[in-house]
């Protein structure tokens, strides 16, 4: 059996899917498998040509082990990306002298987080129809997140749906992709706050034993180990279609909860031969100052033109941080501690040298973002969006150093969720993909709440007792 352990040491060990309906650890910690299953080179060679489909379930299925049979995790990695517009799902084209593209923005909602949302919910919901129970899925969404999950959730009998985003700091096509669905179980919350105040709220609400057992929550965020998992499987099929296990690749990705570059490293600690793994990161650069200095300290968070990126805690790093300092979750629960306290702590020169081997970090402001849209378009008529052009400028800093090593750019949102910044940078108004065109005229369903627990929960448990009368008449 593979087994998950908490960051913090003092949860129990679960098998994948009690990760899996967990989400967040018990003490507050995020699971990690207790090893990391390898693929030899040749079975990484092999994936060449193959379907994406086959390749993930060959990469997720030895961290599911024997917690589900294979012919369940089959279909739903096969209904999952049966979705996607395009027949390769993820496909790469290239865009410079060893800049490549990847395109991770072909699902439902058009952003990546549709490539493991996909398969999460169908995962959620086979584990939960065999055992006869009910969840209360509650997540919070710097934009894309939300989407989604509300599209891969909606409906599924056996669940409600939370989702919790920052009032008026998300794009139009954002929120309108979340709050037009409208269906009984999805519940699309504004906080009148930040993101990371809407993600405390959540993982403050996973921390009360009561709201928890009283609603059975179970997390989507990035933080949920299914999440990451399946999104390892990408930085496979790029790096292959570039020559990978033969020959190195290095990625550079938009980030901000830090689930989808971890996700890479991942990859790599598998077997999959990656150089350089390049944090891109806009104004709230928490990531690029850590690295530099040493300190990971929150800031204010920056409204910008990337909002998916405008976070300051970034929750997968307490992965990172973990194996950086050799799997002791005493000094994450240090870490952690002083976080919650002073908002900042220390990153240990063995921690952080051993991070730094692996990683780089580079900020690209605002007007840099606009410059690469712009550059982009002009030199290979493409269209970029704002959070994949952060990457293309870090990126093309990161290949400055390492100019034969080929780069990936993971393209991580299709440019028409952020119109107004694709016009500024192109005067180009760019379309909305068919299946969402009338989107700025269906109607909206959603509450603004305060942020505050208390109020939430009560919110929360009023939705619930809502549904329960409904289903009982
Ligand atoms: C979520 C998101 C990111 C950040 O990804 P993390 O896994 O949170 O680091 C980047 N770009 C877009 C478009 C996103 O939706």
Known sequence: MVKY??????????????????????????????????LSAAEIAGFA????????????????????ERKYLRAAIEAAYALFDHAAVAPLSQIGDNLFLLELFHGPTLAFKDLAMQVLSRLMRHVLAARGKR????????GDTGAAAIAAFRGIA????????????????????????????????????TFDDAQALVKALFANKRAREEFSLAGVNSINWARVVAQAVYYFTSAVALGAPHRAVSFAVPTGNFGD?????????????????????????????????????????????????????????????????????????????????????GI??????????????VRIGEAETTGEIARVWRETQKL????????????????????AIPMVVLGTAHPAKFPSAILRATNIDPPLPAHLADL???????????????????????????AERAAAS
């Not at 040509?49 to 589900?68: C, H, M, R, T, W």
């Open 5 to 38: 352990i908490s960051t913090r040491g003092e949860a129990p060990s679960l098998n994948f899917t009690d990760a899996l309906i967990a989400g967040l650890a018990q003490d507050g910690g995020l699971y990690l498998p207790e090893a990391y299953p390898q």
């Open 49 to 68: 040509g193959k379907p994406y489909a086959q390749v993930a379930e060959a990469v997720i299925a030895p961290f599911v082990g024997d917690a589900l």
């Open 135 to 142: 969840a209360t899925i509650l997540g919070a969404t710097s």
């Open 158 to 193: 056996e669940l409600d749906l939370f989702i919790l985003y920052p009032h008026e700091r998300i794009s139009d096509v954002q929120r309108r992709q979340m709050t037009t669905i409208g269906d009984a179980n999805t519940h699309v919350v504004a906080i009148e706050g």
């Open 261 to 345: 570059i971890l996700a890479g490293w991942i990859a790599k600690r598998m077997g999959l031969p990656i150089e350089r793994l390049v944090i891109a990161t806009n104004a709230n650069d928490i990531l690029a100052r850590a690295l530099a200095t040493g300190r990971y300290e929150v800031g204010q968070v920056q409204a910008t033109q990337s909002p998916s990126m405008d976070i300051q805690v970034s929750s997968n790093f307490e992965r990172l941080l973990f194996e950086a300092c050799g799997r002791d979750p005493a000094a994450i629960r240090r870490a952690m501690a002083a976080l919650q306290q002073a908002g900042s702590f």
């Open 348 to 361: 240990e020169p063995g921690p952080l040298a051993a991070i730094r081997a692996e990683f780089d970090a």
């Open 384 to 403: 970029i969006d704002p959070h994949t052009a952060v990457a293309v400028g870090a990126a093309r800093a990161a290949l400055a150093k390492h100019p």
């Open 440 to 466: 700025a005229s269906r109607r909206e369903h959603y509450d603004v709440l305060a942020r505050d627990e208390a109020v939430l929960e009560s919110f929360i448990r009023g939705r619930l007792h809502e």
